[in-house]
């Protein structure tokens, strides 16, 4: 099935929103570069920036980031609209 227009830019959004949090959040408790955080909690530092810019990424992947943030997943996405 191919998606409408519309359906992949309401993804991408929120796909963006998602990586606009994961940079907040380690903007707000850390002082550390993306490549840093990343190399600190064990990301690859690509994988790590393409989350940041909104790429598509796995549930595990998801999982993995809210860990390293301490947080839980209702935590993380309370900000999110």
Not at 3 to 32: C, F, M, P, W, Y
Not at 49 to 77: C, P, Q, W, Y
Request: hydrophobic residues 40%; aromatic residues 6%.
């Amino acid at each position: 099935m191919i998606k409408k227009k519309s359906q992949i830019s309401v993804e991408d959004s929120r796909l963006s929103l998602i990586g606009n949090r994961v940079r907040a959040l380690r903007k707000a408790n850390t002082s550390l570069s993306a490549e840093d955080f990343a190399n600190e909690k064990g990301f690859d530092r690509v994988q790590y920036s393409r989350i940041e810019n909104g790429a598509n990424i796995t549930m595990k992947t998801l999982l993995k980031v809210v860990d390293a943030h301490n947080m839980t997943l209702k935590e993380f996405f309370s900000d999110l609209d």
